[in-house]
């Protein structure tokens, strides 16, 4: 998989937007941007993924960049909830033999209140 | 509620004395993964399961083993415990073939005495 650099850690305050960077610049085509977290004390989850277009669920927004090689995590409006570690990782569309997913630094997001 | 379910939460076991921790998930994902998780650093696969066929990641030490008796239940067996193998051990399904998310249990953490 190719890396992803974030910034080790962010902060916030409640209830205002956050935007997490993440930058990929040897993306390939085949690779799909995917972003966990992971809360303290438990197992890592799904936020969202993309490919080449932005893309909106219940969690958050994603914006890719044109050329793919960056991308920025939007969470609309931080709660103390959102307070985790945030990981932007790279999937090789290709690899249909198990969606594995290697984990980098992440970036560790504080929300103040 | 469709989930992973990782047993015991907390495990304690002596040096060298073989231990095992059990992953069951009600996803019916044909895929399941393990990863260890040392305190401050990221997720880091040990190997993963695509139906009955085991994949071992390159750099998982020997001392680490698994099975998979059926779709349900995924075993992680360490033979010989190490001070350096206290860690957050993560399981985690997914759906081949569909690239997407993967479904994280809420670890079992190790601590080897």
């Known amino acids: 998989d190719a890396k992803t650099t974030q910034p080790n850690s962010m902060e916030s305050n409640e209830e205002e937007p956050v935007h997490l960077p993440c930058n990929h610049s040897t993306i390939s085509g085949t690779d799909y941007i995917h972003w966990y977290r992971q809360l303290p004390s438990q197992g890592p989850e799904y936020v969202i993924h993309g490919l080449t277009s932005n893309v909106n669920n219940r969690m958050a927004s994603l914006a890719i960049a044109e050329d793919r090689k960056s991308s920025t995590l939007i969470l609309h409006r931080a709660t103390l909830r959102d307070a985790a570690v945030y990981y932007c990782i790279l999937r090789d569309d290709l690899d249909n033999a198990g969606n594995m997913l290697t984990f980098g630094g992440g970036t560790r997001l504080m929300v103040k209140p | 509620d469709a989930m992973v379910i990782q047993n015991p939460r907390y495990q304690v076991t002596q040096f060298g004395k073989p231990v095992t921790l059990s992953c069951s998930q009600t996803l019916n994902h044909n895929v399941m993964y393990w990863y260890q998780q040392k305190s401050s650093q990221a997720p880091k696969l040990l190997f993963h399961?695509?139906?009955?066929?085991?994949?071992n990641e390159a750099d998982t030490p020997d001392n680490f083993q698994s099975r998979r008796p059926n779709t349900s239940f995924c075993f992680l067996d360490i033979r010989s415990p190490g001070l350096g193998d206290a860690a957050m051990y993560l399981c985690?399904?997914?759906?081949?073939?569909?690239?997407?998310?993967?479904?994280f249990g809420p670890g079992t953490r190790l601590t080897v005495t």
């Open positions: 399961y695509y139906d009955k066929d085991f994949n």
């Open positions: 985690a399904t997914s759906k081949a073939g569909e690239a997407y998310e993967q479904y």
